[in-house]
């Protein structure tokens, strides 16, 4: 079955760490998302790449990073210089024909 | 630029109790429109969808209806389940790219 899959579904970070969310796609779909959820709230967009080897900053990009080197992959990389981390990060793929598929996500708390 | 503004949550109802969850768009041009429904700690998967105006989206007993003139696209369903209960967004796309636009989710709790 195609879809996207995140990993860890569940990740610890210690103050001053970095962590990498992974996201991997097996739908072919040349874009990719990240954003963050935080309890009760809607979605924030954190990156975007409508193809590989190309990314874009979406609106709370400031402490995080993310890279794509091939089509398939899209992680995420939160650095320590996001000073408020423990969120719920949801990775997306449109089609390019008006869907988007999201990934089951993953909890990320700070300890 | 484009938007979606949704109903504030959370929404408690009873079960078989009617469901209305209120979705307005701006949009400078003519959308695609989307329910989205996201359970407890999953990511969100596709409720129903229209893509012009007059059209009605319909999936799982729950509908909504792309109305221009109002620039809405309210979710209804006639009887709801406990296990309706989830958070619900609404989002549009405009039909030249990739770029979507969500609502900040409804919460909806469903109580037997």
């Known amino acids: 079955d195609g879809g996207i899959t995140q990993s860890p579904k569940y990740l610890f970070r210690k103050e001053g760490q970095n962590v990498t969310l992974s996201c991997e796609q097996n739908l072919n779909h040349d874009a990719m998302y990240w954003y963050r959820q935080d309890p009760g709230q809607g979605l924030r967009l954190i990156y975007y790449?409508?193809?590989?080897?190309?990314?874009q900053k979406g609106d709370i990009a400031e402490g995080y990073s993310v890279s794509r080197e091939k089509k398939e992959s899209f992680p995420l990389t939160v650095t320590s210089a996001q000073k408020n981390p423990t969120a719920f990060y949801l990775c997306?793929?449109?089609?390019?024909?008006?869907?988007?598929?999201f990934g089951e996500g993953s909890w990320l708390t700070v300890v | 630029g484009d938007s979606v503004t949704q109903m504030e949550g959370p929404v408690t109802l009873s079960e078989e109790a009617f469901l209305t969850i209120n979705c307005t768009y701006t949009?400078?041009?003519?959308?695609?429109l989307f329910w989205y429904v996201q359970y407890p700690g999953e990511g969100l998967q596709l409720l129903l969808k229209?893509?012009?105006?007059?059209d009605k989206g319909s999936n799982k007993g729950f509908e909504a209806t792309y109305r221009k003139e109002t620039t809405s696209f309210h979710l209804e369903k006639g009887s709801v389940q406990v296990s309706d209960s989830a958070v619900y967004f609404c989002?549009?796309?405009?039909?030249?790219?990739?770029?979507?636009?969500f609502g900040t989710g409804t919460s909806l709790t469903v109580i037997p």
């Open positions: 790449s409508q193809i590989v080897n190309d990314f």
């Open positions: 229209a893509t012009k105006a007059d």
């Open positions: 949009a400078t041009g003519y959308p695609s």
């Open positions: 997306a793929s449109p089609t390019g024909r008006n869907t988007i598929y």
């Open positions: 989002a549009l796309s405009m039909n030249t790219g990739n770029q979507f636009y």
